[in-house]
C-alpha cells in the first residue's frame, strides 16, 4: 500500500493531494514550486524560483529517506520559453552540489500556458527510489 505525507519545511498543500507518496523502494514527489515554508513564493525571477523548487523536492525526497541521488526522472514546467536559460543556470548551480560526478538524471521540459498561480515561473516533479 502507498503512504502519502507532507513533510515539515514544505508549505501546506493548495488543494487535496500530498507532496509526496511512496510505494516500497519509489518515492512519487508532487510538482514542486519556489513555495517557502509559509507557501510564500521565494523570488519573482525562474532562477530563485528554480533552487527553491529543487529544494523542496530534497526536502520531500529526505522525508522518505532518499537523496537526490536517487532521482531517476524529472519533469519541468516552466511558464515561458523566455525562463529556459534562467532555468538551466539555476539547475546547474543546483546539480553542481547534488550531482557533482556529472551524473545527471532525465528530464522533460515542457512550456506551457501557466501555473496553479500566476506568480509561478517554473513547476518540477520528481520520481525516485530509496537507495
Given at each position: ?11 501546506d ?64 514546467y ?34 506551457v ?19
Amino acid at each position: 500500500m502507498p503512504t502519502y505525507e507532507n513533510p515539515k519545511g514544505l508549505g501546506d498543500p493548495l488543494s487535496a493531494y500530498a507532496h509526496v507518496a511512496r510505494a516500497g523502494d519509489l518515492i512519487f514527489v508532487a510538482g514542486q514550486c519556489g513555495f517557502l515554508e509559509d507557501n510564500s513564493v521565494a523570488g519573482p525571477d525562474v532562477r530563485s524560483q528554480t533552487l527553491r523548487a529543487y529544494a523542496n523536492v530534497r526536502t520531500a525526497l529526505e522525508s522518505q529517506g532518499a537523496s537526490m541521488r536517487g532521482v531517476v526522472r524529472f519533469v519541468t514546467y516552466l511558464t515561458s520559453s523566455d525562463h529556459v536559460a534562467g532555468f538551466y543556470a539555476a539547475r546547474e548551480e543546483f546539480f553542481a552540489e547534488h550531482y557533482p560526478d556529472g551524473g545527471y538524471p532525465p528530464n522533460t521540459l515542457l512550456i506551457v500556458k501557466g501555473l496553479v498561480r500566476a506568480d509561478l515561473l517554473v513547476e518540477l516533479d520528481a520520481t525516485a527510489c530509496r537507495q
